[in-house]
């Protein structure tokens, strides 16, 4: 027994068994209970969502025959009040057939075991869905944290405060409009609000410098392509967006950094966020430079077009997206 043996409780599982008898309920409160695992127990619909609320298991075993409500239903209900953060459930039902494990499926249930049912086979899907749900957790504190480092970071610039959120959804927003499916434009939300995050290596006085930079200090600067891809490299979430990070200064020309990648060589996200990065920044107030109104930043992206710093297809259909008064983007820089 080490020195610190017994002064942190280790965090037990919990779960949620409902069915509407109450031997039943008991049997597998004592099995559950034997696995190490906090069992809260509820016989009918409303209970299950009070305790729910209360309780916030990590699992869910639902009986399909629940009172109030059937199990599909109360599944369904239980996703819904999760949200984002995932929630698994596992259907018990006596049937078997093809009907009710599709109706499982849709009401988002993440397996399902027949009655009558061996103990150690539930135990076993138990116990894997608890691990998929302790891996997701994970990867949301690491994603957290890497979010408040934008936050921090933004914090100590107030020329740049709230850039990185603005980026994002833009971005999203522009590949929605280039008819990029759902999956890619999570993707390039993300890209969005970390683009900048190797900034954080970066000293305050310089990131905050009014004037002209001297050439070592812009190099300084340029490093927060290749530091930003290092601080999000060891994360297996964010393995999709490191190029859009490490290569959001390149220059369809091939004039940027930091690999000095041209045209097509540049990836999309990181060609999406050369356009979207410019476009805020030349939109916000610099200590450098005065406001310029929207209208006018796009007229000067127009003008710019073919001068080689941006993908000049892609700015087209930027224009043409922002150029609609009705877009709901446009009305954010107003
Ligand atoms: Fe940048």
């Known amino acids: 027994m080490g020195p610190f043996t017994g002064l942190i409780k280790e965090e037990q599982s919990s ?8 031997s039943n309920l008991k049997a597998m409160e004592d099995v559950f209970f034997k696995e190490g695992l ?3 127990t509820a016989s009918g619909s409303g209970d299950a969502i009070e305790t729910f609320k209360q309780h916030l298991p990590d699992l869910a075993i639902l009986d399909v025959t629940v009172p109030g409500a059937d199990g599909f239903e109360l599944c369904l ?6 949200g984002k953060r995932f929630f698994p459930v596992i ?4 049937l078997a057939d093809q009907k009710s494990r599709i109706k499982g499926l849709e009401s988002g249930a993440d ?6 049912f061996d103990n150690s086979e539930l135990i076993l899907k138990i116990k894997s869905l608890l691990k998929v749900k302790a891996l997701q957790e994970e990867l949301d504190d690491s994603e957290s944290i890497i979010l408040t480092l934008i936050v921090t970071m933004e914090a100590r610039d107030p020329y740049t405060k709230g850039h990185s959120t603005r980026v994002s959804k833009l971005s999203a927003d522009f590949v929605s409009f280039l008819g990029i499916n759902q999956k890619n434009q999570e993707e390039m939300k993300k890209a969005g609000i970390l683009h900048d995050i190797g900034k954080i290596c970066l000293s305050a006085s310089l990131l ?7 050439e070592e200090e812009a190099d300084v600067i340029k490093r927060h392509v290749v530091l930003g891809e290092e601080i999000c490299q060891p994360l297996f979430s964010m393995r999709k967006i490191l190029p859009a990070i490490r290569h959001h200064h390149e220059r369809w020309d091939g004039k940027g950094y930091p690999d000095r990648l041209g045209e097509k060589d540049i990836p999309l996200m990181a060609r999406v966020l050369s356009i979207v990065d410019s476009f ?4 916000s107030v610099r200590p450098y430079r005065d406001h310029k109104s929207a209208h006018g930043t796009l007229e000067t992206m127009n003008s710019e077009r073919d001068k080689g710093q941006w993908d000049p297809e892609l700015l087209g259909y930027f224009l043409e997206m922002m150029g609609s008064p009705a877009d709901n983007t446009y ?4």
């Open 15 to 22: 779960i949620l068994v409902v069915n509407n008898f109450k």
């Open 38 to 40: 906090r069992v809260y």
């Open 77 to 82: 209900k239980l996703k819904d009040i999760s």
């Open 91 to 94: 259907l018990l039902s006596a």
């Open 111 to 116: 397996d399902f075991i027949s009655k009558p």
């Open 208 to 214: 905050c410098k009014p004037g002209a930079l001297t």
């Open 280 to 283: 805020d920044a030349m939109v």
């Open 331 to 334: 009305s954010l820089y107003g």
